[in-house]
């Protein structure tokens, strides 16, 4: 006999709290960025879906699970300070409309969960750290300690962090290429086992020493996109 599984209410309140942070329109402002794709869009590196899927790989192996995704591992798993991550991530990153951009993308996290009423102690320590330039301002830091504060565990928040940073780099390619929706929709699907393994890597990670940038090429990429006439993108 099939015993029936009873979903909690908990669980459904995770869940739903979950599909909104991953919602790669969350939070308003990350469509205005491609972080250096639109570079490559423009020197015809990337024009068709098998070429995004090529950079968006190298990205996710080369910056989010070295970089971004390991910060992310040792904020809520190891429980590393979040200033001392902020600090590193900053000095990590060469391209000074790329900080920026993050610190943008930052502090409209930050400014959307208060106005969800989404709180907790490091929310608003991460906030006032902000508001006083006492950090930087990273977007990977927020959207993670948005996560804690709902009680999503490390691993899925990091997967649903990664999976959005990958839907909103393939809508970039969308306007600009331009690529088509069941293009897009079908790159998103080939990298899952490439967003499995930059979850994988990141969780390699066991202190800050160990957080690095491995893709020169789409560094440059970022540091070129600022000389393109005509963007779409801020950065």
Not at 47 to 64: C, K, M, P, S, T
Not at 189 to 200: G, K, N, S
Request: charged share 20%; hydrophobic share 55%.
């Amino acid at each position: 006999m099939r015993t029936r599984r009873t979903v909690t209410t908990t669980t459904m309140t995770e869940l739903t709290a979950l599909l909104q942070l991953a919602d790669a329109a969350f939070p308003a402002g990350a469509f205005a960025h491609s972080f250096g794709l639109e570079t490559a869009i423009a020197d015809g590196r990337v024009g068709d879906e098998a070429a995004l899927r090529a950079w968006i790989a190298d990205y996710l192996r080369g910056i989010v699970a070295p970089l971004d995704g390991a910060a992310f591992v040792l904020a809520l798993r190891d429980g590393v300070a979040i200033a001392a991550l902020d600090e590193r991530l900053a000095a990590a990153q060469a391209n000074a409309e790329l900080r920026r951009g993050n610190a943008h993308l930052a502090r409209a996290t930050l400014a959307s969960y208060a106005a969800m009423e989404l709180r907790s102690p490091a929310l608003s320590a991460y906030a006032d750290a902000l508001a006083a330039q006492r950090c930087a301002g990273q977007h990977v830091l927020a959207a993670a300690l948005g996560y804690a504060a709902c009680g999503i565990g490390w691993q899925t928040g990091l997967t649903a962090h990664v999976t959005t940073t990958v839907a909103t780099l393939a809508s970039v390619a969308a306007r600009a290429v331009p690529l088509g929706q069941r293009a897009v929709a079908h790159a998103r699907w080939a990298l899952r086992a490439q967003i499995d393994d930059a979850v994988a890597r990141a969780a390699r990670v066991r202190s800050l020493d160990e957080l690095a940038i491995g893709a020169p090429a789409l560094e440059i990429d970022g540091l070129r996109h600022r000389r393109l006439h005509g963007r779409l993108f801020a950065s």
